[in-house]
Nanobody, 125 residues
Framework: QVQLVESGGGLVQAGGSLRLSCAASGRTFSSYAMGWFRQAPGKEREFVAGISWSGIDTYYADSVKGRFTISRDNAKNTVFLQMNSLKPEDTAVYYC??????????????????WGQGTQVTVSS
């Protein structure tokens, strides 16, 4: 069992930056592929970024490519999402997710086993 706790959300002006963190419990964090998803009001949850268990492979949604960076620190059981040049359309609840996987990046939400409670990101225009 893995518990995930996100932090770092908040209110920021367009063009600003935020760094989300997701702290995981358990001693097997390094064997998990991790992902960030988001859900805006009235919309379905969507993939934002993913990272492989090793941190070598990453993948981004087209909407955030070049602005967001996912990274992980396996020694600290933490995955990060650095968000730069934020836009109002980035406003959503952001969730981190985990799945045991020694392959590459996992893209589909249904493949993830564990989810955090979410953190709100609001970007004002």
């Amino acid at each position: 069992q893995v518990q995930l706790v996100e932090s770092g959300g908040g209110l920021v002006q367009a063009g600003g930056s935020l760094r989300l963190s997701c702290a995981a419990s358990g001693r097997t964090f390094s064997s998990y592929a991790m992902g960030w998803f988001r859900q805006a009001p009235g919309k379905e949850r969507e993939f934002v970024a993913g990272i492989s268990w090793s941190g070598i492979d990453t993948y981004y949604a087209d909407s955030v490519k070049g602005r967001f960076t996912i990274s992980r620190d396996n020694a600290k059981n933490t995955v990060f999402l650095q968000m730069n040049s934020l836009k109002p359309e980035d406003t959503a609840v952001y969730y981190c997710a985990a799945v045991p996987n020694f392959g590459g990046v996992v893209l589909a939400s249904y493949e993830y086993d564990y989810w955090g409670q979410g953190t709100q990101v609001t970007v004002s225009s």
